[in-house]
T-cell receptor, first 114, second 114 residues
């Protein structure tokens, strides 16, 4: 079965600094990968997804992620964060074949400091 | 287009009681998935319904059940509530079943069991 590890539970970063949120997955077969963001008292919103094709995926709000098959990673990056990026970020994986549900990581809380 | 709505938003129940949560998907979406979110276990998949049929089920006891109506609205029921059932229950809808279809999440129902 597939699994996801988000290596940092909390990441504090100053406003306008770059950030990288790390995600590693475990699967013996092809996968789809996702990053979601959850703002306080809200549901999850899809930031970006990798299904196939280019390994560099661009998402909303200036975020991007790179799929690295050899390192089984899908790290999320943003070159310059804003206060409004403060939220919980979840990496998720699903098998590329078959109707399998999403498996989520435990989440990374990004705190942007003014 | 209205988003996914969940009712009620907050609920307090006593151990041993049962509870029913409701989810109205985005208009035109036929797939509804349910997730449980807790600080300890993170986000865990409960089940998915598509065209009134359960397509997938997570690893939860039989006390957790769901159904979907012909208008795609879905309900989940938890019987004989336990303290550990306290969680945020999220509903997500998508156009069709299958993980390639983007899921849109509702704000969740926060259930507290005392």
């Amino acid at each position: 079965a597939q699994s996801v590890t988000q290596l940092d539970s909390q990441v504090p970063v100053f406003e306008e600094a770059p950030v990288e949120l790390r995600c590693n997955y475990s699967s013996s077969v092809s996968v789809y990968l996702f990053w979601y963001v959850q703002y306080p008292n809200q549901g999850l919103q899809l930031l970006l997804k990798y299904l196939s094709g280019s390994t560099l995926v661009k998402g909303i709000n200036g975020f991007e992620a790179e799929f690295n098959k050899s390192q089984t990673s899908f790290h999320l990056r943003k070159p310059s964060v804003h206060i409004s990026d403060t939220a919980e970020y979840f990496c998720a994986v699903s098998l590329a074949h078959g109707n399998t549900p999403l498996v989520f990581g435990k989440g990374t809380r990004l705190s942007v400091i003014a | 287009k209205a988003g996914v709505t969940q009712t009620p938003r907050y609920l307090i129940k006593t151990r041993g009681q049962q509870v029913t949560l409701s989810c109205s998907p985005i208009s035109g979406h036929r797939s509804v998935s349910w997730y449980q979110q807790t600080p300890g276990q993170g986000l865990q998949f409960l089940f998915e319904y598509f065209s009134e049929t359960q397509r997938n089920k997570g690893n939860f006891p039989g006390r957790f059940s769901g159904r979907q109506f012909s208008n795609s609205r879905s309900e989940m029921n938890v019987s004989t509530l336990e303290l550990g059932d306290s969680a945020l229950y999220l509903c997500a809808s998508s156009l069709a079943s299958g993980i390639g279809n983007e899921q849109y999440f509702g704000p969740g129902t926060r259930l507290t069991v005392t």
